[in-house]
């Protein structure tokens, strides 16, 4: 049974930088698919922010692009991301979930719980 | 377009068949999956593929797609299902590897 945990800091200042690390168990990052970032407002939908695949080569959302750093760190099973210069806009829940990624379809298909990171002073 | 649009809401009685649609110019290139999500729960995948279940989803959940439109159908709603609904796909423009819908509010009855 394949389960991610998200772990990191739930306030982070206006400017800075939101930092998330999401640990993986019962599968080997290492053997494949893609792992991902989703993120989701208080009371709104969801966002897809990036993805990363298990050699390290990483796609984001264009509209996040420049302020996203998506890192994947096989020997601990584990993959990150950093949000720079957040603002209260990035408020959300984060997600970190498993990405299926072929020819002709796209999905998420197992999720962590979830973490809120909450930007303010 | 990096856009999939979702009815905002949708109320069925128990029982009774609901169909959830999501419209969106890459649907006629990829297929949608379909995720359920309760309040203060992360998102569950239901659908993916051209019509398939994860396991453990009931098979009252079905999906299906015709040009610009994918759907999915709960025949037999029930209390259970109220959930908040969302569809995911690609960007058709390659620029999105994953865009979620605006997401439907499922009310059962």
């Known amino acids: 049974q394949v389960q991610l945990q998200e772990s990191g800091p739930g306030l982070v200042k206006p400017s800075e930088t939101l930092s998330l690390t999401c640990a993986v168990s019962?599968?080997?990052?290492?053997?494949?698919?893609?792992w991902g970032w989703i993120r989701q407002p208080p009371g709104k939908g969801l966002e897809w922010i990036g993805s990363i695949y298990h050699s390290g080569s990483t796609y984001y959302n264009p509209s996040l692009k420049s302020r996203v750093t998506i890192s994947v760190d096989t020997s601990k099973n584990q993959f990150s991301l950093k949000l720079s210069s957040v603002t209260a806009a990035d408020t959300a829940v984060y997600y970190c979930?498993?990405?299926?990624?072929?020819?002709?379809?796209?999905?998420?298909?197992?999720w962590g719980q979830g973490t809120l990171v909450t930007v303010s002073s | 377009s990096s856009e999939l649009t979702q009815d905002p809401a949708v109320s069925v009685a128990l029982g009774q068949t609901v169909r959830i649609t999501c419209q969106g110019d890459s649907l006629r290139s990829y297929y949608a999956s379909w995720y359920q999500q309760k309040p203060g729960q992360a998102p569950v995948l239901v659908i993916y593929g051209k019509n398939n279940r994860p396991s453990g989803i009931p098979d009252r959940f079905s999906g299906s797609s015709s040009g610009n439109t994918a759907s999915l159908t709960i025949t037999g709603a029930q209390a259970e299902d109220e959930a908040d609904y969302y569809c995911n796909s690609r960007d058709s423009s390659g620029n999105h590897l994953a865009v979620f819908g605006t997401g439907t509010k499922v009310t059962v009855l």
């Open positions: 979930a498993r990405h299926v990624l072929n020819s002709a379809a796209t999905y998420f298909d197992y």
């Open positions: 019962g599968y080997s990052i290492s053997s494949g698919y893609y």
